[in-house]
């Protein structure tokens, strides 16, 4: 059974910076991208940042480029998003989740996906 176990949220001040984690079970991973996602209240799921766990390809939204961080450590199954510089505009629930081919930021091309963690970030 596949499962993704995002973790690592919380509430920080402008300018702060959280890491988060996505555990991944129950398929192998070398296979798999990896996405990070966030949906704030009354807006549409928006792609963050993704690795391809084969080659460690990275890509991230225009929106966090240079202040977010996706790694993974194949070893564990996981997945991390560093983020710093954090803004008020970051705030939403991240999801992470997995797809078997190639890449996306498209969170409609996911086949798996976790539960997610809350990111509140204070002006």
């Known amino acids: 059974e596949v499962q993704l176990q995002a973790s690592g949220g919380g509430s920080v001040q402008a300018g702060g910076s959280l890491r988060l984690s996505c555990a991944a079970s129950?398929?192998?991973?070398?296979?798999?991208?990896i996405g990070w996602f966030r949906q704030a209240p009354g807006k549409e799921r928006q792609g963050v940042s993704c690795i391809s766990s084969s080659d460690g390809s990275t890509y991230y939204a225009d929106s966090v480029k240079g202040r977010f961080t996706i790694s993974s450590d194949n070893a564990k199954n996981t997945v991390y998003l560093q983020m710093n510089s954090l803004k008020p505009e970051d705030t939403a629930v991240y999801y992470c989740a997995a797809m078997t081919t190639g890449w996306s930021l498209k969170w409609s091309e996911y086949d798996y996906w976790g539960q997610g963690t809350l990111v509140t970030v204070s002006s």
């Open positions: 129950g398929f192998t991973f070398d296979d798999y991208a």
